[in-house]
């Protein structure tokens, strides 16, 4: 009888793979209902949407199925090129929380300023989430198993190139902590491609930093951050991640690249927060550093997805509108 069992094994292998495939197909069909309650549009197509709208999409990069949002606002026509944004969320988040406007508010102001926002989903084993970027020496599984983070952006810009009408003068990076640290290593390794870079609450830990233009940089961080000190070295649970390069040296590295004078002169004063700039940066780019008193590991301005009340974002500021701005002056 034992023959006659093991040839049952082919079959029954055949039909739970089918019932598995059903599965999936139902799951992906609930998803896209969800989306679409959300006004949302989803597509695992290699097109890229051409007209307003909130998109989920995926590419193939390096034998993985990678993950991103795009949000196209209102005013986009395609008859006149318009400015990209890449933001990226932090180490363990997605791409819909850093996309979602209760935290970041990055939509509503693509909408208010008129360009293209895309979110990236770092590398994740688990179906996007708990994602990380391979910044350098941070975080993560992207980090140990040498994920081509870099490369997934080159080929997510090629994509979004090919089929929107996109500034290629004014293409930016943001984020939030690693999501700031990836975006220092797309200024170091990609700065002919991004104008300028805003990091919060993540300083440059890349592994080795060769930009061959000028980058604009403008960072922001909360003096009372616990998990990336602002003066370098390992915070709260970081101690398992990282000693982080301290906000200082960042600023300085990155003064001394754009061949900027080295001392920054204070340009901006509030109550618990304040700005200052170094000056006399080449080709005409600019180094600026905002700090304020408090608000944690967080976006100023914003709120924190996983809550953290004994600490709440600093409100001096609102690092969405400062981003933003400094992004338009470029």
Known sequence: MKPFRYALLPGLALVLVSLLANISTAEAGLLDR??????ERSTAQESIPTVPGDYSLKLEHAGQQRQYRLHIPASYKGDKVTPLVLAFHGGGGNMDI?????????????????????????????????ATWNAGHCCGAARDKDSDD?????????????????????????????GAMMSYRLACEMSGTFRAIAAVAGTDNTRSCTPDKAVSILHIHA????????????????DKVTPFVAVPDSMAKWARLDGCRPVPERIFETPGAYCEAYSGCRDGSAVKLCVTDSGGHSWPGGQKPRGGADKPPSTAIRATDVIWQFFSER
């Open 34 to 39: 969800l989306r679409e309650r959300r006004g």
């Open 98 to 130: 850093q996309a979602d406007d209760r935290y970041y508010g990055l939509v509503a102001k693509s909408e208010q300023a008129g360009f293209i926002i895309a979110f990236p989903n770092g590398y994740s084993r688990l179906g996007g989430k708990l």
């Open 150 to 178: 870099v490369g997934f952006v080159r080929e997510l810009l090629a994509r979004l190139q090919a089929g929107l009408s996109i500034d290629e003068r004014r293409i930016f990076a943001t984020g939030i902590s690693n």
């Open 223 to 238: 003096r009372d951050d616990e998990l990336e000190l602002f003066d370098g070295g390992a915070g709260r649970k970081s």
